[in-house]
């Protein structure tokens, strides 16, 4: 089988590196449709494929120990059709875990409610797509099965390129003179921005997060969506930024703390050329908004400020702006930003198929990313706010209220001559960390005192480029990054046979600490034979 190898785009390799740290299910994205009618399997198969040899990202596969992917030319996808208990089914599909490095990420299964009733389940890998190519996904299959059940060929638009031509561009383009600077950029808006944000409770925060999530919603008054909506109008903003200010506000004042930094999706397809592809584009970028300021106007005319610098610095890969600025490490808090605000306006599309009435189903999160993810959707009279949470440290009825909150501050906004909250007073400013400048190396460090602790410290070492690593230096103090210290683990893996992974190193992040984590690894496999 012939197969074509290219390097990972910035993105994926965010979700390589997260699959390697955290395997399961919490990078998958589900289609889930209700089909009631005369399905034709053969046909929706046939049509399957055809979307499969469409986009090569669909039949890609990755190399565990280096940055690239691997495209084969043909690749079979399968359809598995099952019936039993669908709630049981689907649980079990969306979250069964990829294996990255010998398929593609790929998940197709059909269940058979009875012979006029079946839901398709299909899963893929965040690393292979995003919520625009769900839309594309959908679109190119209801295309696709539609013209082979009446039986012509399916008349779909050429691709001018693939994934991998785009992680080439991406490479080539985000180098050199144009990466620092937009680093630089960066650096400049979050220099001082508090890392965490800390909101109230209900239990406290477990050191290794399980990732389980649960959501929220809430419909706008219809009412209060036209004030809204006429707000955004006057001030040349749009929805999203007022309810990003709403959010913004509410969460400060629950922390305390004076600003915030928000994390925002951003769907990366700003070519013509990818818009029709399937892929893993969408990027983040921080927003860090002060809520300080007193009347509506001046909070409104400062997100707009904010959001319209970021959109214009979006380039800049996420992963590269946290390895340059290298934030307080904690593996239960994502960095930088541990709450995001999206605006879902990917665009949406009829799905319809001869004799087969479909259905889209929204299936529950089951995981959470972040402590809060605020979804903002916009319908033609019509606000939804859909709020994703992190169940290890909040509940629903802290949740309700939170979204509750976030409809009195919009009421607010759009006239800010009544009181906020009441005379409700505002939590205590807790003490955080903030985001410093990337730190520069220290004097050589303390050398080695065994051969193990000399073979970790060497590609520790030659990961990092510096040969003034001590054996008892913090790697990532001394400019470690993510993308380092899996190729350091690689070769120590090589070189030693030990499979330890990225969280060893985290959690023990100097040579001698790692060397002894290692011998201890040695000694329970004694003790176990």
């Not at 002060?290 to 992963?319: G, I, M, N, W």
């Not at 899996?486 to 499979?499: K, S």
């Amino acid at each position: 089988m012939t197969e074509y190898t290219f390097p990972l785009s910035f993105q994926q390799h965010r979700f390589w590196y997260l699959e390697q740290l955290n395997p399961g299910g919490a990078y998958h994205m589900p289609i889930v449709l209700r089909l009631h009618g005369e399905l034709r399997v053969d046909l929706l198969h046939e049509a399957l494929q055809l979307v499969v040899d469409r986009h090569e990202v669909l039949r890609t596969r990755y190399q565990p120990d280096a940055q690239v992917q691997v495209v084969a030319e043909e690749w079979t996808v399968p359809l598995t059709v099952v019936e039993g208990d669908l709630e049981q089914i689907k649980a079990e599909t969306l979250a069964e875990p990829f294996d990255l490095w010998s398929a593609p990420p790929l998940r197709v299964v059909l269940v058979k409610i009875a012979p006029d009733e079946h839901v398709l389940l299909m899963v893929v890998h965040h690393i292979a797509c995003d919520g625009w190519s769900l839309g594309v996904l959908g679109r190119e299959l209801s295309i696709a099965y539609t013209a082979l059940h009446e039986g012509r060929k399916p008349e779909l638009p050429e691709l001018p390129v693939q994934y991998g031509d785009y992680a080439l561009w991406q490479r080539d383009r985000m180098s050199g003179d144009v990466l620092a600077a937009g680093l630089a950029h960066w650096a400049n808006v979050l220099v001082g921005a508090p890392a965490t944000l800390e909101l109230p409770t209900v239990r406290p925060r477990p050191a290794e997060p399980t990732l389980v999530g649960d959501r929220v919603q809430l419909t706008v008054p219809e009412p209060l969506t036209r004030r809204v909506e006429e707000l955004a109008q006057r001030h040349g903003a749009s929805v999203f930024m007022v309810v990003l200010v709403a959010y913004a506000t509410v969460l400060t004042r629950l922390s305390g703390q004076d600003e915030v930094v928000i994390g925002t999706a951003i769907a990366g397809r700003e070519r013509p050329e990818v818009a029709g592809l399937v892929g893993c584009f969408i990027d983040v970028v921080p927003l860090r908004l002060s809520t300080a300021k007193t009347s509506a106007e001046e909070l409104l005319a400062d997100a707009r400020r904010v959001c319209l610098d970021a959109y214009a610095h979006q380039d800049v890969p996420f992963e590269r702006l946290v390895d340059h600025l290298r934030p307080p490490r904690d593996p239960a808090r994502a960095p930088l930003f541990q709450v995001m605000c999206n605006g879902q306006d990917t665009p949406r599309h009829d799905v319809s198929w001869p004799g087969v009435e479909v259905t889209g189903e929204q299936p529950e999160p089951g995981v959470s990313k972040y402590d809060l993810t605020l979804d903002v959707h916009q319908r033609p009279g019509a606000l939804l706010l859909d709020l994703e949470f992190n169940r290890d440290v909040f509940d629903t009825p802290q949740m309700t209220d939170l979204l509750d909150r976030i409809v009195v501050v919009l009421d607010w906004l759009t006239d800010d001559t009544r009181p906020l909250f009441g005379d409700e007073p505002p939590r205590p400013a807790p003490r955080v960390e903030r985001i410093t400048a990337p730190k520069s190396l220290r004097p050589a460090g303390v050398e080695p005192r065994d051969d193990l602790e000399a073979l970790v410290l060497g590609h520790l070492r030659a990961a990092l480029g510096d040969e003034r690593l001590g054996v008892t230096d913090d790697f990532f103090e001394h400019g470690g990054s993510s993308l380092a210290a899996m190729t350091a683990l690689v070769r120590i893996q090589q070189d030693t046979g030990h499979r330890l992974g990225p969280a060893d190193l985290f959690g023990e992040a100097t040579a001698a600490a790692f060397a002894a984590r290692m011998h201890e690894s040695d000694h329970e496999s004694e003790r176990n034979r």
